[in-house]
């Protein structure tokens, strides 16, 4: 479920972020920004797809450690 929301506010953090640059690009008042601006999105890119990076080791482990315990040496993915 966790997956569905950071998937989410990816797409959201895109589309503001978007909206926002056309915004700032055009108004030469607020054309500092810009570079911050930038900054701000790759960093939440970053923190995201590490999160996503994070549950789908934790996944894989718990997959694992099942087909173990049930005694079978497949490495399939578990079900959600």
Do not use: W
Request: charged residues 10%; hydrophobic residues 60%; aromatic residues 12%.
């Amino acid at each position: 479920m966790l997956e569905y929301a950071l998937f989410a506010a990816i797409l959201i953090m895109t589309v503001v972020g978007t909206f926002l640059y056309n915004a700032i690009v055009h108004d030469p008042l607020l054309a500092g920004f810009t570079n911050y601006l930038i900054v701000v999105y790759l960093v939440f890119l970053a923190l995201a797809f590490g999160q996503l990076n994070c549950l789908h080791r934790k996944r894989v482990l718990v997959g694992i450690s099942l087909a173990n315990a049930r005694g079978s040496l497949s490495l399939a993915e578990p079900r959600p």
